[in-house]
């Protein structure tokens, strides 16, 4: 993802960052006028992963995710819950650093829905809570890890979560002097971010170029990305 970040949305004047709420949130920052060594990415926390299971979770299955979290907006805040989801030890991890179901799945929700339980949450209260904390994570780890060394003037945001309304609110209330939109105002629709990288990635492999940003992934150097299995012959 990093690597495709760079190539679409590096900029001459502009320090901009990609920010792509799949599953997983992360974060590509892309300093103006930036070669690709000086490019960084990590993740930031959990995007859709605790949302979409807590939606499962209280509709029985007949819901997979909060549509224009409509479930979110009906709930109320309890700040309490926030403080803590806020005090997870990953959010304070210094990049290169990454991810996944292993640490935001079902043991996690678990620990999500005792919580609810402990503070007298309701469903939507509790969606409401992973909603914002989506955001904040976000938040944090910009402020935490970002700006300290990169002004941003614009996020650019992927995946499904752009179409949170209330995620997106979140970003722009807390990001003042920074543009945050969409995607898809660049030509790169919301939900077909990863299908760019990935088709972007083949494509360097087959033609024996590297992929990866080193800063990124902590990687010694460049390196050709993937493997090509034809098949035998016939």
């Excluded at 590096?10 to 920052?29: M, Y």
């Excluded at 995710?65 to 030890?89: K, S, T, V, Y």
């Excluded at 995946?159 to 543009?179: D, H, T």
Aim: hydrophobic residues 45%; aromatic residues 8%.
């Amino acid at each position: 993802m990093p690597y495709a970040d760079y190539l679409l949305y590096s900029d001459r004047k502009l320090e901009r960052a990609s920010l792509n709420l799949g599953g997983i949130a992360n974060v590509t920052v892309i300093p103006a006028g930036a070669v690709r060594e000086r490019v960084f990415a990590f993740d930031t926390g959990p995007a859709n992963m605790l949302i979409d299971a807590l939606v499962a979770h209280f509709t029985r299955g007949r819901k997979k995710f909060d549509a224009g979290a409509r479930m979110a907006l009906a709930g109320r805040a309890i700040p309490a819950l926030l403080d803590e989801l806020m005090r997870d030890p990953y959010l304070k991890k210094a990049p290169p650093k990454s991810t996944g179901r292993e640490y935001y799945g079902a043991d996690y929700v678990k620990r999500v829905l005792a919580l609810g339980r402990r503070y007298r949450a309701k469903p939507n209260d509790l969606i409401r809570g992973v909603t914002i904390f989506t955001a904040l994570s976000v938040i944090d780890a910009l402020n935490r890890f970002v700006t300290p060394k990169t002004k941003l003037d614009q996020l650019i945001v992927s995946g499904g979560g752009a179409r949170n309304p209330l995620i997106m609110a979140q970003l722009a209330a807390a990001l003042p002097g920074v543009e945050v939109f969409s995607s898809s105002r660049l030509g790169v629709p919301e939900e077909a971010k990863e299908a760019f990288a990935f088709a972007l990635l083949a494509y360097e492999t087959f033609h024996e170029r590297a992929g990866n940003v080193s800063s990124a992934t902590g990687a010694s150097g460049p390196a050709i990305l993937g493997k090509v299995s034809y098949a035998g012959a016939r």
